[in-house]
């Protein structure tokens, strides 16, 4: 269970180049990464989650629905009430790079079941971002009457490198005065080199 949680100094930022090209090696191995994302309407699979607004529970089977299931976050529909579970491993994530699920003003706030099921070679490299991770942020609504999870997911052989509020499943929990008592980060763990790298507020899973 190798795995670095490297916080570096905004005055040292040719170090954290170098050490950033080493991880990339590292934890992506064999993959020869486009440089396109995966949420790139030709990389992920437009056609799922076309039944949101009637639908309260999505299952997700490949990294072309998980892009997908981030492009829609990243892109307004938090999921409030929601649960999306994953059903299977997913491996070729290298293939290109990820683009967090969920950033500031546009969180996730539903209900994320991983199933046990194991994430790899996922390749964030958004220096400048903040709330960066495999979800970027998680928030709870005012006035939301709902819990909010992400759990249960384990994360494999993956490099993470932002700004500030940076974790390996989830950048930022963002929640006012008791909204975090709703929120929930459970059943998650990284095995075999993850390496999360930014400048303040770096974390392990969160």
């Not at 969180?107 to 903040?130: L, M, Q």
């Not at 490099?159 to 998650?188: L, M, P, Q, R, T």
Request: hydrophobic share 35%; proline share 1%.
């Amino acid at each position: 269970n190798g795995k670095l949680y490297e916080e570096i100094s905004e005055d040292n930022m040719s170090y954290k180049k170098c050490t950033l090209f080493i991880v990339l090696a590292m934890a992506i191995g064999a993959y020869a990464l486009d440089s396109d994302s995966w949420t790139d309407s030709q990389n992920r699979n437009t056609d799922w989650g076309s039944n949101y607004d009637t639908e309260t529970n999505f299952t997700i089977i490949d990294e072309h629905q998980l892009a997908q299931f981030a492009y829609m976050v990243n892109s307004g529909k938090n999921f409030e009430g929601k649960t999306v579970t994953l059903e299977r491993d997913l491996s070729n994530m290298g293939l290109h790079y990820w683009e967090p699920i969920g950033k500031s003003g546009a969180c996730f706030s539903g209900v994320f079941e991983g199933n046990n099921h194991t994430i790899s070679y996922v390749y964030v490299d958004k220096p400048s971002a903040d709330t960066v991770g495999l979800f970027g942020c998680v928030s709870r609504p005012e006035n939301s009457t709902t819990s909010i999870s992400v759990k249960n997911i384990t994360l494999s052989k993956s490099s993470i490198n932002g700004h500030y509020d940076v974790g390996s499943i989830v950048g930022a929990i963002i929640a006012g005065e008791n909204k975090n008592d709703f929120i929930f980060i459970d059943g998650n763990r990284v095995a075999d080199s993850v390496y999360v790298s930014g400048v303040r507020n770096v974390g392990g899973l969160v």
